[in-house]
DNA sequence: ACGCATGTTTGCTCTGGATCAAGAAGAAAC
DNA sequence: GTTTCTTCTTGATCCAGAGCAAACATGCGT
């Protein structure tokens, strides 16, 4: 499961130079590794690079969609408010990932960054001539839409079936492998958010974050560096855990 | 909230006479509706019809995914099995709903008819083939899975904020616009679906929603009419307890 | 019409996680 | 360094919904 990760499925298709995207300006971001070097070419005057601090808003629920985004750089939050007034995450997003992209008029959502960051800004018209100009990138957005359906289904299970402690460590193997996924190495994983943020988007409270966190720590699984620090110590037990496999070493 | 009905905005965008996928061999099915004559007369020969009875199968989780079908008649059901064996109900589908496309190699889920009905299926390469020839098609089919994504979140909502009782309430004005946006006129609705399967698309158990229906039932709001007629009586309280808007008639 | 299978309702108890409350530990500001 | 703010932890209580069990419908096959 990888709920919090839409492009996993983005960079397994790709070869490793263009695996992540740490150089927007050098024209290898995600979305248009399928073009070829005279499209890039014809893209790069087209985005603009933009630097968030932590907590920034990148677009809020209700704005215009005027923009694509790609985040290069920061991990950033998704959320949406419901007419009641209560809020919630919807999913996280890393240097890699698109954001906001919709037929709608408007946001469905609001995206604000956790960390500070950089985010690679595409007028939403010139994104369609783009599509008409080539295919591919079209194909590449549906694919990515595909995936990313695939990914909200699991959250739905694990919404719907999993118990809290489950959720919570479904959580932080998917947060790890996102890291690694971007280059990350060692066990030391960054937590940019909250218990709060975690809890809302695993439909939990932060209290019960909380508990179940430390039950881990208690039980060896996992040690906390600071408040923004995690290092899974033993990320068997938690997948399996997070898997469903409560306790089946006889 | 539409969480079971994705095609919800693929109609949106239509004229009347393309509503819904009542012929698929007079080629008006929501996925060719953009296609001008030519390119529907083109599609015709690509598709075969099938029949199934209730509880068939259409595809199955892990099926090789050569296929991609479009519901023509009555209600199917999408589950996903999980590692340790529990089931859950990941949405239902109605005509005029796509099922089983995926840029993967197997279907991550599988489909079963709730009622009998008429499914019309392609062969994927071919539809490949339709992508690359009439682009507006595989534009059509990013702008629906988009749409979905949205449902998905909806319904991400749904289960990690909402009570059981709004949940439910949701669910079944959620059904009850899916069969009027396909010409269904009056109060009283197919409910073709068992508890347990309502259960298992909310996260309840089966005893929690027929509580919640005799709630509803013993306060007015519906009326049933054997096992599988329901009557919307006072759809408003339905549709304001499943907007989180308990009691706001003072 | 009868019997059987499948699905539904309802009552009861129990528990996982919410909620309320208080303190502890970091991080940032001065 | 100290203060202050935010976030995290932990404890105590409570309740929505799960789980179990026992009738109760509905509809199908014969």
Redesign the pocket.
């Known amino acids: 499961m990888h709920p919090l990760d839409a492009t996993r499925a983005l960079m397994e298709g790709l070869g490793s130079e263009s695996s992540i995207c740490m150089k927007c300006g050098s024209r290898s971001v995600g979305l248009c590794a399928p073009l070829d070097a005279a499209a890039l070419d014809d893209m790069s005057g087209e985005s603009e690079r933009l630097a968030f601090d932590?907590r920034d808003a990148i677009f809020r629920q209700g704005d215009a969609a005027r923009h694509v985004y790609t985040l290069t750089e920061g991990m950033a939050r998704l959320t949406r408010v419901l007419p009641d007034g209560r809020q919630a995450v919807i999913g996280f997003r890393f240097a890699g990932d698109i954001l906001g992209f919709t037929p709608e008029a408007e946001h469905a959502f609001g995206a604000e960054m956790l960390t500070r960051g950089t985010v690679c800004r595409l007028d939403r018209r010139r994104l369609e001539q783009m599509f008409r100009r080539y295919p591919v990138m079209e194909r590449r957005f549906l694919d990515l839409c595909v995936k990313e359906l695939s990914a909200s289904q699991d959250h739905i299970l694990a919404l719907g079936r999993?118990?809290?402690?489950?959720?919570v460590a479904a959580f932080l193997v998917s947060l790890a492998e996102a890291q690694e996924r971007r280059g990350h190495v060692g066990p030391v994983f960054d937590?940019p958010?909250?218990?709060?943020?975690?809890?809302e988007f695993?439909?939990?409270?932060?209290?019960?974050?909380?508990?179940?966190?430390?039950?881990f720590?208690?039980r060896g699984w996992i040690r906390?560096h600071?408040?923004?620090?995690i290092e899974l110590s033993d990320r068997n037990a938690l997948a399996c855990l997070a898997a469903g496999e409560g306790a089946d070493a006889a």
Chains 1, 2 share one sequence.
Do not use: N, Y
């Not at 600071?226 to 620090?229: K, Q, R, T, Y």
């Open positions: 932590q999993f118990s809290a402690e489950e959720r937590l958010t909250t218990r709060a943020d975690i809890g695993l439909g939990l409270t932060l209290e019960t974050v909380s508990r179940a966190v430390s039950s720590r208690k906390l600071g408040h923004s620090g």
